[in-house]
C-alpha cells in the first residue's frame, strides 16, 4: 500500500510560479514510475509529466519548457515546479505512482490560475 499526499496549490496570478509536492507513505526509491496528471473542470485527465526510477523525465507538450518533475529519495517526495502559469493550466493536478504492478493515485491539489 502507497498513500500520496499532494501539497502546494493554490490561486496563483497569470505568469506565476507554483511548487507542488507529493508525499508518499513508504520509500520512493524503487517505485518504477512516477508522475503527475492533472483535470481541469469538464475535460479527461492529462499527463503532465513523469520520471522513471532511474531518474528519465518526459513532459507534456503543453507544459514542456515551463514545468520541472523531480523527486526526492530523502524525504520521499515527488516535485513539480510549475513557472509562467497560464489560465489553462487550471486544474487538480494528481500525483501517481506505479509499485510492484498496483497504481496508486492521490486526492489531488487545485491549481487556480487567475487575476
Request: proline share 2%; charged share 15%; net charge neutral.
Given at each position: 500500500?502507497?498513500?500520496?499526499?499532494?501539497?502546494?496549490?493554490?490561486?496563483?496570478?497569470?505568469?506565476?510560479?507554483?511548487?507542488?509536492?507529493?508525499?508518499?507513505?513508504?520509500?520512493?526509491?524503487?517505485?518504477?514510475?512516477?508522475?503527475?496528471?492533472?483535470?481541469?473542470?469538464?475535460?479527461?485527465?492529462?499527463?503532465?509529466a513523469s520520471i522513471t526510477v532511474g531518474g528519465a523525465t518526459d513532459y507534456a507538450d503543453s507544459l514542456a519548457g515551463r514545468v520541472i518533475i523531480s523527486k526526492d529519495i530523502n524525504t520521499n517526495t515527488l516535485n513539480l515546479q510549475m513557472s509562467s502559469l497560464k489560465a489553462e493550466d487550471s486544474a487538480v493536478y494528481s500525483c501517481h505512482v506505479l509499485y510492484r504492478g498496483i497504481d496508486y493515485w492521490g486526492q489531488g491539489t487545485r491549481v487556480t490560475v487567475s487575476t
Amino acid at each position: 500500500q502507497v498513500q500520496l499526499v499532494e501539497s502546494g496549490g493554490g490561486l496563483v496570478q497569470p505568469g506565476g510560479s507554483l511548487r507542488l509536492s507529493c508525499a508518499a507513505s513508504r520509500s520512493i526509491s524503487s517505485m518504477s514510475l512516477m508522475e503527475w496528471h492533472r483535470q481541469a473542470p469538464g475535460a479527461q485527465r492529462e499527463l503532465v509529466a513523469s520520471i522513471t526510477v532511474g531518474g528519465a523525465t518526459d513532459y507534456a507538450d503543453s507544459l514542456a519548457g515551463r514545468v520541472i518533475i523531480s523527486k526526492d529519495i530523502n524525504t520521499n517526495t515527488l516535485n513539480l515546479q510549475m513557472s509562467s502559469l497560464k489560465a489553462e493550466d487550471s486544474a487538480v493536478y494528481s500525483c501517481h505512482v506505479l509499485y510492484r504492478g498496483i497504481d496508486y493515485w492521490g486526492q489531488g491539489t487545485r491549481v487556480t490560475v487567475s487575476t
